[in-house]
């Protein structure tokens, strides 16, 4: 291969660039081929001794231990003697752009038999656009889509006594995809319905993935949005309000002011811990970071409610404290630490170890390689995991439920007496049924769920500044 | 230097020397303080985690032993939970907790499966990024937020199809309802508060951690093999049946159970939508069941030491089951061809 072609770097990719030279064996022949234009980026095959075809057939591929030159989309090909050996196969063209067929590409391999002009104009061909749709295909997508609507419409309202808009989503898109399937199968073969068919589920399972997503999200702040308005509902407590009073009195600034509180504690000893779990693991490794790292994977497997129940045996129960912020911090901890150490270890296996070992060999001493190059290396993947950690944490509801206790007012020491939290304030005012709690409950959910999505903006910023990102 | 260049032939030669008292230096030099001090906190770190988290796991156990001298295997074969007259047992809601996580899993993994094939095989490049952090985000909402979604949102509707499944599918055990599908109006609250619709809630909170699993094992399918199997003219599902999918089997299995781990123990949701009942019985569309969770949050406020050692039994052996669907998950992931990244 590498010695057949002499494919100089510089051009590599750049299609302006000039013709690339190819060698044959018998240089004699060279002249006898034309050379093709610059710029037509055409698959070809180059027959040496052996039959072999050169990989970068299609355009971009991976690099491969093999063949540096694999990535490289080839800029120009020139033609190559078919006299030379016992004529090889050459692949001359990939399918043109033509009807149906191009669901199917199939190289279309012609033998050459005289090698200048019809060689030459075969490989002249305007490369096919892979992903574009055929008339059949839209036409037999839409025809589906409007066809099966109407039968379902007229078996569903007017023929059968069935009513409910979800039954007729359900059968309106049975029947599109059996109308789909047989109208493809009327002029196509097998392989082809099979894709098609599978292509819809595919894309109708992920649309009701996203429109899940996006109806609990829009759902939460609509329901919300009666409380949100009001200015009191972010700054005010619950002290005092009367069930019946309306929703511009009272408000879940101390149900906001607990969550901080226990989240920071939490984090406050979750950071640290974990991250500095992750960095033993890695960095200083050794049979007992892998017990370390076994024990702490077993423990992401701790269901949230245990994890409240541990904290509220141990230190409520077994040594009579208070039911407090500090409790509920506790358990936060306890779930979150194997989140945050586990999701760092992630991001510290992944980082690329050359960087780490070019530290050490410069002389530098592994405390100096851990703070100067894999700390800065990783760190908006560490906050990745962090924050994650944090997300996971803040809108945990069963730890809080069992060891925090709700109050009603501001409270600001979290050692002394219960404190709420924005999970429980949702969950306790909902369970109460009365409709302007609910109404209260989804205000307190949508300001969570805006902390969260705040939280997660954050974090796609960070990753952003790449390296060590998951 | 030239000490260190030495030494080797001096050992080596035949004839002893008298005198070597020049003893080769070692070419280590040992660690330098700072790192000492740096292995030294950060093994400290390292098992001070290592110490939490096994007592946890311990706690956990020892408190289990009593329960389980007391009431012996009858603890998992009683489905009555009645701390007042001595009968405690978590058969049902095992029961209960298994129902609620496989019609979690039964919608979550075919949608999983398709969203993470189309984020990687057919989404346009462009969305692609956007797409990986909506799944992301969902994995971030909080779980009260999907409880709400499923009691408010969902239920209404869900109603409406539990009662068309059990009027048309009723003859199939599974989908029977205790109550008279044609009744005029039919009774809708017996549809409600069930382990279908909890599950439907569970389902979209587990979800994403299996689509996140699923859709880095596909995007990490040779593309060599992909693009042979185009060459050889396979359609794009003919390539992602023969090269994606077989690729990507342990990832599949693997992030199925985690997420099937991850719906045996939600809470929030389960306690939100249904209503507690404790007879064993495998009918998700009617009112009423109860998983070893929903146990722990409804009973523990008015438990006494001996009952909440019950309970605490009872959130053991939802951990251990957790524990295990983890592991074995882990372990198909890491034997699989696309290795153990996760």
Known sequence: ?470 | MTALLDPPSAPSAPEPTPQIDDVPRSIDPGLPPSDRIFFGVSRVIGFSVFIIMAAIGLFLGFQSIPTFKRYGFSFLTESAWQPDKDVVGISAVLVGTFTVALVAMSIAFPLALATSLYISEYAPAKFKSFLVSMVDLMAAVPSIVWGLWGFFLIQPKAIHLAHWLHTHLGWVPFFHVDTDPEASPWAQTRYAASAFIAGIAVSMMVLPMAAAVMRQVFSQAPVGEREAALGLGATRWGMIRSVVLPFGRGGIIGGTMLSLGRALGETIAVVLIVSPAFDIKFRPLEIGTSTISQLIAGRFGEATSSQLAALLTAGFVLFIITLIINTLAAMIVARSRSGAQE
């Open chain 1, 1 to 470: 291969m590498s010695e057949l072609i002499d494919r100089p770097d510089s051009t590599l990719n750049v299609p302006s660039m000039p013709p690339v030279v190819v060698e044959v064996t018998t240089p004699a022949d060279i002249a006898a081929y034309p050379i093709v234009d610059a710029g037509a980026t055409i698959s070809s095959a180059l027959p040496t001794e052996t039959v072999e075809y050169a990989p970068a057939a299609l355009g971009q591929y991976n690099h491969s231990a093999e063949d540096p030159y694999a990535t490289t989309e080839l800029p120009v090909i020139g033609y190559a003697p078919s006299q030379l050996a016992p004529s090889p196969p050459v692949v001359t063209e990939f399918l043109t752009d033509s009807g149906q067929a191009a669901m199917i590409p199939a190289p279309r391999v012609s033998y050459q038999d005289e090698p200048s002009t019809t060689a030459t104009s075969s490989v002249i061909d305007t490369p096919r656009i892979i992903n574009a749709k055929t008339q059949d295909e839209i036409l037999s997508f839409w025809g589906s889509l409007v066809g099966s609507f109407g039968l379902i419409w007229v078996v569903y309202t007017q023929l059968l006594p069935f009513t409910g808009r979800v039954g007729f989503v359900i059968l309106w898109w049975i029947a599109f995809m059996l109308m789909y399937a047989g109208i493809t199968a009327m002029g196509n073969p097998r392989t082809v319905v099979a894709d098609r068919v599978a292509a819809a589920g595919v894309r109708s399972g992920a649309f009701i993935v996203f429109t899940a997503l996006t109806t609990a999200i829009l759902f939460t702040f609509l329901r919300g949005r009666d409380a949100l308005v009001h200015m009191n509902f972010y700054v005010d407590d619950m002290a005092g309000v009367r069930p019946t009073d309306g929703l511009d009195h009272g408000g879940i600034g101390h149900a906001i002011v607990g969550s901080m509180i226990e989240i920071g504690i939490a984090v406050l000893f979750a950071l640290p811990l974990g991250v500095g779990t992750a960095i033993f693991m890695n960095e200083v490794g050794g049979k007992s970071a892998r017990l370390v790292r076994t024990v702490v994977d077993a423990m992401t497997a701790l269901p949230s409610i245990v994890a409240g129940l541990f904290i509220y045996t141990v230190l409520i129960v077994t040594f009579g404290l208070q039911r407090s912020g500090f409790a509920a911090a506790c358990a936060i901890f306890v779930m979150i630490l194997p989140i945050i150490a586990r999701a760092s270890d992630v991001v510290l296996r992944v980082m690329p170890g050359g960087l780490r070992e070019a530290s050490l060999a410069l002389g530098a001493s592994k405390w100096q390689t851990v703070r100067k190059v894999v700390i800065p290396t990783v760190r908006p993947g560490l906050a990745t995991a962090l924050i994650l950690g944090i997300a996971r944490g803040v809108g945990e509801t069963s730890p809080v439920l069992l060891t925090s206790g709700a109050t009603t007012f501001y409270h600001f020491n979290p050692f002394d007496g219960p404190m709420n939290s924005l999970p429980l304030f949702v969950f306790t005012s909902v369970r109460s049924g009365q409709t302007l709690a609910i109404s209260r409950g989804f205000g307190a959910a949508a300001v969570l769920l805006a902390l969260v999505l705040l939280l997660f903006v954050v974090t796609r910023l960070l990753a952003r500044t790449k390296v060590g990102n998951r």
